[in-house]
Nanobody, 125 residues
Framework: QVQLEESGGGLVQPGGSLTLSCRTSGRISSMDGMGWYRQAPGMSGNLDLVAAVDSGGSTFYSDSVKGRFDISRDSAKNMTYLQMNSLKPEDTAVYYC?????????????????WGQGTQVTVSS
């Protein structure tokens, strides 16, 4: 079974930077891309996709993070990263990584893969 483990979160001042890491284990299809989702405080059950990289290397960024976040993937090391720059208080959330596939104009994540614990990012002065 695929397992996901996020790390790298923390407390950072507005304008600061953080790099999140995601380690995957288990069998992953070559068709799978990787995405970073976040859950803002008080938004239980509502996960927003903020960045993704598909199996072909194409990337997606939500409007709220475009130009500030950068997703990268090292398939050989089973690692995915999210470089976050110019952080804002509204970026405060728990961040999760997940497998994704792009079809029908939308990124989808598998329902049978359990979510990791996530990593807390807090942007505050």
């Amino acid at each position: 079974q695929v397992q996901l483990e996020e790390s790298g979160g923390g407390l950072v001042q507005p304008g600061g930077s953080l790099t999140l890491s995601c380690r995957t284990s288990g069998r992953i299809s070559s068709m799978d891309g990787m995405g970073w989702y976040r859950q803002a405080p008080g938004m239980s059950g509502n996960l927003d996709l903020v960045a993704a990289v598909d199996s072909g290397g194409s990337t997606f960024y939500s409007d709220s993070v475009k130009g500030r976040f950068d997703i990268s993937r090292d398939s050989a090391k089973n690692m995915t990263y999210l470089q976050m720059n110019s952080l804002k208080p509204e970026d405060t959330a728990v961040y999760y990584c997940m497998l994704v596939r792009y079809y029908g104009g939308v990124y989808h994540h598998p329902t049978g893969v359990p979510w990791g614990q996530g990593t807390q990012v807090t942007v505050s002065s």
